[in-house]
T-cell receptor
Framework: AQKVTQAQTEISVVEKEDVTLDCVYE???????LFWYKQPPSGELVFLIR??????QNEISGRYSWNFQKSTSSFNFTITASQVVDSAVYFC?????????????FGDGTTLTVKP | GAGVSQTPSNKVTEKGKYVELRCDPI?????LYWYRQSLGQGPEFLIY????????DSGLPNDRFFAVRPEGSVSTLKIQRTERGDSAVYLC????????????FGQGTRLTVV
């Protein structure tokens, strides 16, 4: 069985601070995919990134960066110089099957509040 | 349409009633997923369609829940004899194929059973 744990329920930072959201996963598969989604107050989940289990290169996209470490089963997400618009619930998710990647197991999310 | 559309956005129903929730995926997307999200939790997988057929319905909690996608586009999630525990946000997502492609989510239907 697969499991995703986001230990931080809520995080509050002041604008321009850096913040890291933690994600730890469990799976028995050797091939799997990890995702991060953002859920703003409107409720729609917004895809941020997908990473497959064979690619441990870290990725940077603007103010966002992701640190994938297979050895610790972690896929952490860092926002640099946070902004008020970053306030949302962030979900980490895991998919095990290449042909059914939409079937994901989600963590319970981390609510990020960025104060001005 | 431009995105995944779900109707209604909110639905309040009495315990024991039947409800239907509709999902209109992005045009051309063959894969469609239903998730349920309870307050303070992440989305929980319910069912996955590839085309018209349910490829994986392992997440449906019991036989009161049923979903269809008769023409491979619009999908309807049906809940019979609703219970208060069914109250949640029901999310629909679609993707171009069932493979490792980005899934696009709708804004969800908030179902409240009173």
């Amino acid at each position: 069985a697969q499991k995703v744990t986001q230990a931080q329920t809520e995080i509050s930072v002041v604008e321009k601070e850096d913040v890291t959201l933690d994600c730890v996963y469990e799976t028995r598969d050797t091939t799997y995919y990890l995702f991060w989604y953002k859920q703003p107050p409107s409720g729609e989940l917004v895809f941020l990134i997908r990473r497959n289990s064979f690619d441990e290169q870290n990725e940077i996209s603007g103010r966002y960066s992701w640190n994938f470490q297979k050895s610790t089963s972690s896929f952490n997400f860092t926002i640099t110089a946070s902004q008020v618009v970053d306030s949302a619930v962030y979900f980490c998710a895991l998919s095990e099957a290449e042909t059914n990647a939409g079937k994901s197991t989600f963590g319970d999310g981390t609510t990020l509040t960025v104060k001005p | 349409g431009a995105g995944v559309s779900q109707t209604p956005s909110n639905k309040v129903t009495e315990k024991g009633k039947y409800v239907e929730l509709r999902c209109d995926p992005i045009s051309g997307h063959t894969a469609l997923y239903w998730y349920r999200q309870s307050l303070g939790q992440g989305p929980e997988f319910l069912i996955y369609f590839q085309g018209t057929g349910a490829a994986d319905d392992s997440g449906l909690p019991n036989d009161r829940f049923f979903a269809v996608r008769p023409e491979g586009s619009v999908s309807t999630l049906k809940i019979q004899r609703t219970e208060r525990g069914d109250s949640a946000v029901y999310l629909c997502a679609s993707s171009f194929t069932g493979g490792v492609t980005e899934a696009f989510f709708g804004q969800g239907t908030r179902l409240t059973v009173v």
